[in-house]
């Protein structure tokens, strides 16, 4: 049990074409967060949302990428126009002290 | 700017041996520190941590250390077994502050 449920677990799509992936903690988590990983790196901070206020942003979130977190419960995370470079694992992680992350999207730009 | 670093991409071990993996951080003010690992196609697990204040950590066969003054840490695991073949991933922070990944170091436990 991670705490986030994520869907979907893989999503192949187009280049420009639009792409959302939602993630759904199992119980109240107050931080929700975003990050990113591609092969051969870490993890890569994006955003985190306290509640429902997405209070930080990284500027690896161009302005193609928005996360809303409507009523403080599941978050949404959305690619518009999609580039090569955006294949990655994106996951969703819930926070308490540690950070607890969900299984991830593996998304594939062809 | 890479503020932690794993510097070993891969490492290779024999089952039952001992696997150390290393990490160096360069922002003084970090003082919470984590190891995390990672399948294929799944998202990272939280394996052990610790705080700025302690030296060394142990939990089951995973034992973290943290030397602040050379502003290292290192993940001893023994015995290895095969099913710790994974990526592992050192991570920081600042207490509150979000985490910061270094690239992971890839460990092939040989049977």
């Known amino acids: 049990d991670t705490g986030v449920s994520q869907d979907p677990r893989h999503k192949i799509t187009k280049r420009g074409q639009n792409v959302t992936f939602r993630c759904d903690p199992i119980?109240?988590?107050?931080?929700l967060y975003w990050y990113r990983q591609t092969l051969g790196q870490g993890p890569e901070f994006l955003t985190y949302f306290q509640n429902e206020a997405q209070l930080e942003k990284s500027r690896l979130l161009s302005d193609r990428f928005s996360a809303e977190r409507p009523k403080g419960s599941f978050s949404t995370l959305e690619i518009q126009r999609t580039e090569q470079g955006d294949s990655a694992m994106y996951l969703c992680a819930w926070r308490n002290e540690k950070l607890f992350f969900g299984s991830g999207t593996q998304l594939s730009v062809l | 700017d890479q503020q932690v670093k794993q510097n070993s991409p891969s490492l290779s071990v024999q089952e039952g041996r001992i696997s150390i993996l290393n990490c160096d951080y360069t922002n003084s003010m970090f003082d919470y520190f984590l190891w995390y690992k990672k399948y294929p196609a799944e998202g990272p697990t939280f394996l052990i941590s610790i705080s700025s204040i302690k030296d060394k950590n142990e939990d089951g066969r995973f034992t973290v250390f943290l030397n602040k003054s050379a502003k290292h840490l290192s993940l001893h695991i023994v015995p290895s077994q095969p099913g710790d073949s994974a990526v592992y991933f050192c991570a920081a922070a600042e207490y509150g502050n979000k985490l910061v990944f270094g690239a992971g170091t890839i460990l092939r436990v040989k049977s």
């Open positions: 119980s109240e988590h107050n931080r």
